[in-house]
């Protein structure tokens, strides 16, 4: 009866610690090819934070496609243009497709041209 519920026991422990694994690495674990998204939400006053991130995914290979989830007004003229000749770049090396909020005006809307679709 001892044995029985020791191995009951080790074998819940085993099945816990297999769990917590993999939730802690889940997102890290990918079959086939991925479609990143880059998140531009609100006023563009920066454009460090986004180049970056465009640029990460650019180097990839299992990320086939950029969704840029484009809701913003716009914003500063200089990262506006840093940003569109980042995507602009990025069409060269993978697929990027462009998904407009409820608003996608001025630097919103420019950062948005290069794209494939």
Same mark, same amino acid.
């Given at each position: 009866?001892?044995? %029985?519920?020791?191995?009951?026991?080790?074998?819940?422990?085993?099945?816990?610690?297999?769990?917590?694994?993999? @939730?802690?690495?889940?997102?890290?674990?990918?079959? %086939?090819?991925?479609? +990143?998204?880059?998140?531009?939400? %609100?006023?563009?006053?920066?454009?460090?934070?986004?180049?970056?991130?465009?640029?990460?995914?650019?180097?990839?290979?299992?990320?086939? @496609?950029?969704?840029?989830?484009?809701?913003?007004?716009?914003?500063?003229?200089?990262?506006s243009q840093e940003i569109?000749?980042?995507?602009?770049? @990025?069409?060269?090396?993978?697929?990027?497709?462009?998904?407009?909020?409820?608003? !996608? @005006?001025?630097?919103?809307?420019?950062?948005? !041209?290069? +794209?494939?679709?």
């Open positions: 009866m001892k044995k %029985g519920c020791l191995f009951i026991a080790g074998f819940l422990i085993l099945l816990i610690v297999i769990s917590v694994i993999f @939730a802690v690495f889940q997102k890290n674990v990918s079959l %086939g090819e991925k479609v +990143a998204v880059v998140r531009i939400e %609100g006023p563009i006053m920066d454009s460090k934070n986004t180049i970056d991130e465009i640029k990460g995914y650019l180097k990839d290979a299992s990320i086939k @496609a950029i969704v840029l989830r484009v809701d913003s007004p716009g914003g500063a003229v200089a990262p569109y000749e980042e995507v602009k770049k @990025a069409t060269l090396k993978k697929k990027v497709i462009v998904s407009m909020g409820s608003v !996608a @005006a001025s630097g919103g809307y420019y950062i948005s !041209a290069p +794209a494939d679709r």
